[in-house]
């Protein structure tokens, strides 16, 4: 089975687009121009889709929280402890947990 191609556009060339539609060009012939899907292309205009919205669920860190704990692994592969991946993900869960502290969350 092939690999599907997926978001062969840019964010730039999308912002483009809406602003051509926006000035009364037609949402295909928009889409065709800067060659970003037509579909997606109406679902940002229409409001259904915002700007920078990702599929899927919800991530479990913040991005500061992601980043601190690989900057942290990184610091402990450099000294000679390198991360197993059931420490990374005992460690990801302790910050979860210690940020939604009243929240029942099951383990990862």
């Not at 109406?42 to 690989?70: F, K, M």
């Not at 420490?87 to 869960?93: C, E, I, Q, V």
Request: hydrophobic share 35%; net charge positive.
């Amino acid at each position: 089975m092939e690999k599907v191609k997926r978001k062969q556009w840019s964010e730039v060339d999308m912002f483009h687009a809406m602003e051509d539609c926006g000035a009364g060009m037609a949402i295909r012939q928009a889409a065709k121009v800067h060659g970003v899907p037509r579909q997606t292309l109406a679902d940002r205009l229409s409001g259904r889709v915002t700007h920078g919205c990702r599929s899927g669920p919800p991530t479990l860190l913040a991005p500061e929280d992601e980043n601190s704990l690989v900057q942290y692994c990184i610091y402990c592969a450099s000294h000679g402890f390198p991360f197993t991946r059931q420490r990374l993900m005992k460690y990801a869960d302790k910050i979860r947990r210690f940020r939604h502290p009243g929240e029942t969350i099951p383990p990862l």
